[in-house]
């Protein structure tokens, strides 16, 4: 090799201006105007509006067999008309009785049946998606993808959004050739440039769980997935339409409550309505009026046996779109902008959202945009009014990189303060990626608050590397987080603390031994320290994940912990861990089987010391389906403590009963029942939902909040009825 040519090769790998650093083939697949609109129930094989038509074939594995053809043909048809793209998939198998069909339900996990995915690019810049799935029962699977979904291990990488639903409609047949499906996806779901005629980022996915094999159409590397957007093939000659889209969604809502703090029974009826207006093709205005999010899940109860605060996802859908573009910082520790700080007090208390507005989308073909405005009513004695402010834009380069800032406000109405003080707080942020190669991810950001009275080091920031191949894993990285940084609508797990992580992880596939699939050895250490050089918090983790080929794995692992402790705290009520430093060793043991099968089981447990005494913790958990209709999962958390300080030997534990009966793919009854022995309390949320487009349609929502301990309140029940329905005005 000419020297002119190794360093045109190493500039490739290294800029971070190369859209696709990589010098393997591209597959490409054409998409083909359709004379005739394919009768969508899943009968590809015979629909004649699917004659004609090339199909993408050729799939290879990445498990178990890396790079081999996979061990069953898939055809993959894909066409279009003047408002929808429609994809037909032959899923062949030589040996149908085998194929696994686990859950009904909207948006269960794909990993566990037999699947087929794909993502759509429709930008084309490489970094961002949209997905969509089904299983053999025809179910809807979809998510939306932001910036190769890669956020891990404080990279302030993407995000994969599963709780991002939209309009599009998919139906499943199984035969004696297999299984085989069709989506019809109109335009006005997707986002994609302008321009008569296009092309696409495109990519397959095909799951044969028995076998436990996973295939691409695009080949891609070990331990990578379909969100991997930069090495998806290409879909020729699209021409979507120039329109624009306008979605009216208005609710109704009526609702009784009784017990707790209420006297007799309450009703309330309510109205509102969301607005989405596709401004461009790629930029979307969405209004909401009255939000309500009656039909969310509850969230899961979760014990606090340590001295900082406690993560909950958000799930309400309106937050959730492009919810991705606003992540800024390091997941579940500190986040400039935590959307549940809107609409949601502490303890979980619902505060009502008056109204907002979100701009979101692409303008050009790398610059992202982002601009969300909110308002929440003031609750006398428990909650001001509110207005909310966030500002995003982020400018993509190319292989994974780009550069952003934002801006996060809160206006309060200063009714918790004395008259004429400032209720307001500010956040200010820069932060950037950089991929060199195909392997190597650098992150960084830079953030800073100004709250009212807080004068001193307001200022934080992030530096990380990930490394990600078919054989390693490996990251470090350093945060600082300033004495008085306060991020009102954002989230910090700890304050005022420096901190190093670090993590070296292998994958190693043997040849036939033992039924073993992988083996994955790993070490990893985290460290926070106070500016004065106090070490808060160590954890130094020494772990091997054995993967057989059935689906069974077993981890063990050792772990090494140090607890700084400043300040006296309540582990439990009328248990308090004193101030000092606590060094503890522990074993813990994972071990599941074949999550796949109808009965499954899975044991998760952690024994040492934890703040100068033993600790014992516990995690079973079995799940049990019949077929694709009916599926249970009953979790127990036993933790024992017994710590050398007065009433120090206690148990704190939590239960979990899900049950979920599909009578079709979009009406579901489900059941979610929490017991919590610390605050001996049982709660319940049984939803029935009869689904119509997207999370739009029926709800029926039954809670139950029991609270046994002494001097409680009555138990608290409530029933809820909405109805919501999509009305497309301009399609």
């Not at 106070?530 to 077993?554: A, C, M, R, V, Y």
Request: aromatic share 12%.
């Amino acid at each position: 090799m000419s020297r002119a040519l190794t360093f045109k090769r190493l500039c490739l790998l290294s800029l971070p201006f190369v859209a696709n650093a990589t010098f393997a083939a591209v597959p490409e697949v054409n998409a083909e105007p359709l004379a005739t609109i394919p009768v969508i129930d899943g009968n590809v094989i015979g629909d004649e509006a699917w004659a004609g038509l090339v199909p993408a074939t050729g799939f290879r594995q990445v498990k178990p067999k890396h790079g081999q053809p996979a061990s069953q043909k898939t055809e993959v048809f894909i066409g279009y008309s003047d408002s929808a793209l429609y994809i037909g998939v032959i899923a062949y198998d030589d040996n149908p009785s085998g194929i696994i069909v686990s859950d009904s339900r909207r948006d269960s996990s794909l990993d566990e049946t037999d699947a087929f995915l794909v993502i759509i690019d429709g930008l084309l810049d490489r970094q961002n998606g949209f997905m969509f799935g089904t299983s053999a029962a025809g179910i809807e699977y979809d998510a939306q993808v932001t910036k190769e979904g890669s956020g891990d291990f404080d990279s302030g990488g993407g995000a994969f959004n599963l709780n991002w639903d939209s309009s599009w409609t998919v139906k499943a047949q199984l035969g004696d050739y297999g299984w085989s499906a069709e989506f019809e996806i109109p335009f006005s779901t997707l986002r994609y440039g302008t321009g008569d005629v296009q092309d696409w980022g495109i990519n397959f996915q095909r799951n044969i769980r028995r076998n436990n094999e996973i295939v691409y159409w695009a080949p891609l590397d070990r331990n990578r997935g379909l969100h991997r957007v930069s090495e998806a093939g290409t879909l020729k000659g699209i021409e979507p339409p120039g329109q624009r889209n306008l979605q009216v969604t208005p609710y109704v809502l009526g609702s009784a409550r009784r017990g707790g703090s209420i006297s007799g029974t309450e009703s309330d009826s309510d109205v509102g309505v969301d607005v989405k207006y596709s401004i461009t093709p790629s930029l979307t205005l969405d209004l909401t009026y009255n939000t309500d999010f009656a039909q969310v899940e509850a969230d899961e109860l979760q014990l606090n046996l340590d001295r900082f605060a406690l993560f909950f996802p958000e799930k309400r859908p309106f937050f959730l779109e492009n919810a991705g573009l606003f992540g800024v910082g390091n997941g579940g520790e500190v986040e400039l902008f935590f959307s549940r700080r809107i609409g949601i007090a502490g303890g979980g208390l619902a505060i009502p959202v008056e109204g907002g507005a979100r701009l979101s989308g692409k303008v050009g073909e790398r610059t992202n945009v982002g601009l969300l405005l909110m308002s929440t009513e003031a609750i006398d004695g428990f909650a001001p009014g509110n207005r909310f402010s966030v500002a995003r834009v982020v400018q993509e380069l190319g292989n994974r990189s780009s550069i952003g800032a934002m801006y996060v406000g809160r206006d309060g109405d200063g009714s918790f303060l004395t008259p004429n003080s400032d209720d307001d707080n500010r956040s200010y942020s820069v932060d950037g990626t950089w991929g060199i190669g195909e392997n190597l991810l650098l992150t960084a950001w830079a953030a800073k608050t100004d709250t009212p009275g807080l004068d001193g080091d307001d200022n934080a920031y992030s530096v990380a590397a990930n490394y990600n191949s078919s054989e390693w894993s490996n990251a470090i990285s350093y945060t600082e987080i300033g004495e008085d940084f306060n991020p009102e609508v954002g989230f910090l797990s700890r304050t005022n603390y420096r901190k190093v992580s670090a993590r070296l992880f292998r994958y190693i596939r043997p040849d036939d031994l033992w039924g073993l699939f992988e083996l994955r050895p790993h070490i990893s250490y985290t460290g926070y320290w106070k500016p004065d050089g106090f070490q808060e918090s160590g954890f130094l983790h020494i772990d091997n994940h054995f993967e057989f080929h059935s689906g069974t794995e077993l981890h063990t692992g050792v772990n090494f912990r140090k607890d700084g402790v400043i300040n006296a705290f309540n582990i439990v009520d009328g248990v308090t861990v004193q101030a000092g430093t606590y060094d503890h060793a522990e074993a813990q043991i994972v071990f599941f089987t074949n999550q796949s099968m109808p009965l499954s089981f899975e044991f998760r447990t952690t024994i040492g010391g934890r703040f100068g005494g033993d600790y014992a913790s516990l995690n079973p958990s079995v799940k049990y389906r019949i077929g694709e209709t009916f599926r249970s999962e009953l979790e127990f958390v036993y933790n024992e403590f017994d710590l050398p300080v007065p009433n120090g030997e206690f148990t704190a534990n939590l239960a979990r009963l899900r049950l979920s009966y599909s009578f079709t793919p979009s009406v579901q009854l489900q059941a979610l029942v929490q017991y919590n022995d610390n605050a001996d309390t049982i709660g319940t949320n049984i939803r029935f939902s009869w689904l119509r487009n997207a999370n739009s349609g029926l709800y029926l929502v039954y809670n139950e909040v029991d609270e046994r301990f002494a001097g409680a309140p009555p138990t608290g029940r409530e029933f809820i009825v909405k109805f919501s329905h999509i009305f497309d005005l301009l399609n």
